[in-house]
C-alpha cells in the first residue's frame, strides 16, 4: 500500500507557535504574544468541542491533508473509466477517484468552513512572500508543442512574465533510467539517449512561486476535454505521451492536495495516481512524479516554441524565434542528434 506521513491535527499548535519568535523585537512581546495566542485558540478549540465541532475541526485537517490520508489506502485496482467498465491491471497507486472527492468536498463543506474560520482567525499572519518561493514542476499531456505555448501563456497572463524571463521549457521526464551519458534525446537515427526508450514522456518544465501552482495546475486540467480526454488522446498514443505532473515532494508534498483541488475547479475530469517511473499510458489519468527522483531533462532547441499540430496552432514569429533569443543569451540545449533524419525541423 502507498501510503504518506499524516501529522495529528492537534500538532498544528506547536508547529504554527515557533513562527511567531521572529516577529517580535524583545523577549517580553514574543512572551505575551504568545500566551495569547495559545489562549485564543484553547477557547476556539473549547468552542467547537461545546457545539459538537469536533468533527468539523477533524474535517478540516483531513481536507488540508487529505492527499496522505487518501494515498494511506490507494492499493485499489482503477476500477473503470467512470462506469467501472474496464481493469487496469496493475495500478495500485490511484490516489482518489471523483466521486469519492466530489462526496468528501460536499458533505463536508459546511463544517470544513466553519471550522477553518475559527482555526485561520487564530494562526500567525506570515510575511507576503513565504509561500513565494520558486519552484521546479512540470506537466505532461501528450505532444509538448501545444502544451508548451499554453503555459507560456500561464506565465504572462498570472505572473506578469516578459519574453525574456519566461521558464517554460520543452522536455522529457518521468523515465526510471534518467539520462543516458548525461543525454536525453528525441529520437533519431544514431538511436543515442532516445526518450522513448528511456522510459521518458514529453513533459513541459517551469519556475514558478509554489504560492501560484494552483492556478498553473488549473490551467492544465483545462488542456483536458470534458470526459478527461487530453487533446491528442486519439491521435499520439503510448508512455511517451502519457498524462503526468513534477512536484517537489511528489505525493507527499502540499502540492499534490493543490493538484487534486485544480481538477475539481476545472470539473473533476482527471483520477491521480503516483508516478514510479516507466507508467503507462493511461486515460483520464495522471502520474504524480517527484522531481527530486523524476527530474525533467530539457528538450532540443528545434523543439522549443513550436507551432502545434492543429490549423490554429500556427503561433506567431515572435513566439517560434524565443528558442534562438535564448540560446543567443547562452542557454544550452543540449547537443542531441538534430532530429531523426538530422533536418531538425518537426522532429525530422
Not at 516577529?23 to 476556539?44: C, E, K, L, N, V
Not at 476500477?79 to 462526496?103: P, Y
Not at 463536508?108 to 518561493?133: K, R, Y
Request: with cysteine; net charge negative; aromatic share 10%.
Amino acid at each position: 500500500p502507498v501510503s504518506g506521513r499524516v501529522p495529528p491535527h492537534y500538532d498544528i499548535l506547536p508547529f504554527v507557535l515557533p513562527q511567531l519568535i521572529p516577529s517580535y523585537p524583545t523577549m517580553m512581546q514574543q512572551r505575551m504574544q504568545h500566551r495569547r495566542y495559545f489562549a485564543s485558540t484553547a477557547i476556539s478549540l473549547i468552542l467547537l468541542l461545546v457545539q459538537g465541532g469536533a468533527d468539523a475541526f477533524q474535517a478540516t485537517s483531513t481536507s488540508l491533508l487529505g492527499v496522505s490520508n487518501r494515498l494511506r489506502s490507494s492499493q485499489t485496482v482503477l476500477a473503470g473509466q467512470r462506469n467501472g467498465s474496464h481493469n487496469d491491471e496493475g495500478v495500485d497507486n490511484i490516489i482518489v477517484r471523483s466521486s469519492s472527492r466530489r462526496s468528501f468536498f460536499t458533505q463536508q463543506a459546511p463544517s470544513i468552513l466553519a471550522a477553518a474560520t475559527i482555526v485561520a482567525n487564530t494562526l500567525p499572519i506570515l510575511p507576503a512572500n513565504a509561500e513565494d518561493d520558486l519552484i521546479d514542476v512540470y506537466f505532461g499531456c501528450g505532444c509538448f508543442w501545444h502544451v508548451q505555448h499554453e503555459f507560456v501563456e500561464a506565465e504572462r497572463t498570472i505572473l506578469g512574465r516578459a519574453d525574456d524571463e519566461l521558464t517554460s521549457r520543452a522536455g522529457y521526464a518521468g523515465g526510471k533510467a534518467g539520462a543516458s551519458n548525461g543525454k536525453v534525446c528525441y529520437h533519431n537515427a544514431q538511436n543515442i539517449a532516445d526518450y522513448g526508450k528511456l522510459g521518458h514522456a514529453e513533459v513541459v518544465s517551469m519556475r514558478i512561486p509554489s504560492s501560484k501552482f494552483e492556478e498553473f495546475a488549473v490551467e492544465y486540467c483545462k488542456l483536458f476535454d470534458k470526459d478527461g480526454n487530453r487533446p491528442d488522446q486519439f491521435g499520439d498514443r503510448g508512455t511517451e505521451y502519457r498524462n503526468v505532473v513534477g512536484i517537489p515532494g511528489g505525493k507527499s508534498s502540499p502540492l499534490a492536495e493543490s493538484l487534486v483541488k485544480a481538477s475539481l475547479k476545472t470539473g473533476d475530469k482527471l483520477d491521480f495516481a503516483v508516478g514510479k517511473g516507466d507508467d503507462r499510458d493511461l486515460a483520464k489519468v495522471s502520474f504524480i512524479m517527484d522531481t527530486a527522483d523524476f527530474p525533467a531533462f530539457g528538450a532540443e532547441q528545434y523543439h522549443q516554441f513550436h507551432d502545434g499540430f492543429k490549423l490554429d496552432e500556427n503561433y506567431p514569429n515572435s513566439y517560434n524565434s524565443l528558442a534562438g533569443k535564448f540560446a543567443q543569451k547562452g542557454e544550452d540545449f543540449g547537443k542531441c542528434p538534430n532530429g531523426m533524419i538530422g533536418i531538425g525541423i518537426g522532429g525530422l
